[in-house]
């Protein structure tokens, strides 16, 4: 039997597999809440894995007091509820991600926008209750809060333009408390392998031995105990899916996932799961969610132009599964049969 470990949407560790002999290593888990949501650190001793999970959990909370939507006393709190009035003051670590944030949906032209929360709101992702499909014109009329071009960031200051706005990170900023966090852990552990993942936005550190690189499962959207291929993830590469699997509502007989592409008003419909690689857990955090939306036509376009570098692939969201990767994605990704 494999031995699967949860890291979050989409992806699983394969660890523990013996290869050639018993000497290999086998790797240690341990498990911290933060962001919402639950994190781990994965290495080759206990020791290691409890002082470098409660590190990170220390750093998640440090960064979830400044960037939560639902902490009263956050600085991210605060911006929003300021929207329409006045600029509020933040620290230069919250000011990082805001306009890493609004970087990327410029370069995307609104596919990924961190004010997307009116959004989420209306369609009932962010409230308890049924999820319900609003009219066109509910949808036109909440819209006039949503745009980043309406976000003025000068020096330390945040100001949102329109009252009911909301600034809302959560398509980056797990990734970027996991950059954190590896690289805290980074200076203290040496040549030491370690793993870090946050919802399953996660990044690496060395090998878990020599001869043999990290390997990710990539779950089938469609079958939850099925992979669909494998990751070799080598020193610092970082992964991260944007996908509905069991998150997706029916609504008037369509499938929509919980994933909204803020131009045009209403969640994605037609992809099952992205899954992109890239440098930074930052970066295939941000890349994966504005891929999604995107699709794989707009998705290789907008990498062309921008210039990016990422491994990704793409599952549309029908059967029989279908596979597109780009090159590079191909050079990491051992397929299953």
């Known amino acids: 039997m ?55 959990a220390q750093i998640t909370r440090e960064w979830e007091s400044r960037l939560s939507l639902f902490q009263a006393d956050s600085e991210l709190a605060r911006i929003n509820g300021a929207a329409g009035r006045e600029a509020v003051p933040v620290s230069s670590e919250t000011i990082r991600p805001i306009v890493t944030a609004l970087r990327l949906a410029e370069e995307s032209a609104g596919a990924f926008d961190p004010t997307v929360g009116p959004l989420m709101r209306l369609w009932g992702f962010r409230r308890d209750g049924a999820i319900r499909k609003p009219s066109a014109e509910e949808i036109a009329a909440i819209r ?40 805290a852990i980074r200076r203290t552990a040496g040549d030491r392998p370690f793993l870090v993942n946050l919802g399953g936005n996660m990044r690496v550190s060395g090998r878990p031995s020599s001869d043999r690189p990290w390997r990710i499962g990539i779950r089938h959207p469609f079958q939850p105990d099925a992979l669909i291929g494998t990751l070799r993830l080598d020193d610092g590469m970082a992964v991260a899916t944007s996908g509905h699997y069991e998150q997706f509502v029916e609504v008037g007989g369509d499938r929509w996932s919980h994933i909204m592409d803020p131009r045009r008003g209403e969640p994605v419909r037609g ?37 990016r570098t990422a491994a990704v692939l793409y599952v ?17 990704l051992q397929k299953t049969d």
Do not use: H
């Open 316 to 332: 549309p969201d029908r059967q029989p599964l279908q596979l597109i990767p780009n090159p590079a994605m191909a050079i990491l």
């Open 144 to 183: 006039e809060r949503v745009g980043y071009g309406f976000v003025r960031v000068s020096g330390q200051t945040v100001l949102l333009e329109r009252e009911g706005m909301q600034l809302d990170l959560g398509g980056i900023g797990k990734g970027f408390a996991v950059d954190r966090c590896w690289e």
């Open 271 to 307: 992809m099952a799961s992205v899954t992109v690689v890239a440098d930074t857990a930052e970066e295939a955090d941000g890349l994966s969610t504005t891929l999604f939306v995107l699709g794989p036509e707009e998705g290789e376009a907008f990498l062309r132009r921008t210039g």
């Open 2 to 56: 494999r031995d699967w470990r949860r890291l979050g949407l989409g992806l699983l560790l394969l660890a523990g597999i013996p290869a050639c002999g018993p000497s290999r290593p086998r790797t240690v888990v341990r498990e911290f809440p933060g962001m919402g949501t639950l994190g781990s650190v994965t290495a080759l001793s206990d020791e290691e894995a409890f002082a470098w999970a409660a590190q990170c």
